[in-house]
């Protein structure tokens, strides 16, 4: 299955971005890196791993900033079943969270280099949202895939084919995609480059490259 996007969600996406943008552009990264201090017990630590289920957490460096506010927003609500990020989360206000996003987006990641290795067919699935390296998303609220840890791309997938985690568009997507597939998706995403670990964005504003 190949997602396309339909003019009326290429419109959308468009005053999504220039919305985003303007949100973007009040927040206050200084103010973010000392509401960020308790992101860093885990999201800063390499291969740092959530308990029960076991997955390593996501890499926040470098992240989209409209992406890392609606993943916030999301936690916060509920629509993504995760109790320390819904406790953290909850009790931040729309500012904070977007001083948070703009701390962590840093100087916005490792730039696109050479795809690396060969993307299995389900990786067309997601190329229409996420880029063909998931580094050069087709909006601001849409997550950089390249460089997050396989298993926690795994884990969100099936969050998102088993309706944990809510969110319309992956809910029709992820419908085409068979979970035996996640496994080869994740891998190829996982060698790509994009992200950091927060603790890269706290001492020196950006993700390096290994």
């Known amino acids: 299955m190949t ?11 468009g005053l999504l971005a220039a919305m985003s943008v303007s949100t973007a552009s009040a927040a206050d990264a200084a103010k973010g890196k000392v509401l960020a201090y308790t992101c860093h017990g885990c999201h800063g630590v390499p291969d740092y791993k959530n308990a029960y289920p076991n997955y390593r957490v996501p890499k926040l460096g470098g992240q989209n900033e409209a992406y890392l506010v609606s993943a916030l927003n999301a936690y916060a609500k509920g629509e993504r079943p995760h109790p320390t990020m819904h406790a953290q989360a909850a009790t931040l206000t729309d500012e904070e969270k977007a001083d948070i996003a703009a701390f962590l987006h840093g100087d916005g990641g490792i730039p696109s280099k050479e795809v690396v290795g060969t993307p299995p067919p389900a990786t067309q699935t997601c190329v229409a949202c996420h880029g063909a390296d998931g580094n050069k998303t087709v909006a601001p609220d849409y997550p950089k895939l390249a460089s997050q840890p396989a298993d926690y791309i795994v884990h969100a997938l099936k969050d998102y084919k088993s309706g944990k985690r809510k969110n319309p568009i992956m809910a029709g997507i992820i419908s085409g995609v068979d979970e035996k597939d996640f496994e080869a998706l994740a891998e190829f995403f996982s060698k790509q480059q994009a992200l950091c670990t927060t603790d890269q964005i706290r001492k020196t504003g950006k993700c390096e490259t290994e």
């Open 3 to 13: 997602f396309r996007l339909s003019p009326v969600t290429v419109i959308g996406l």
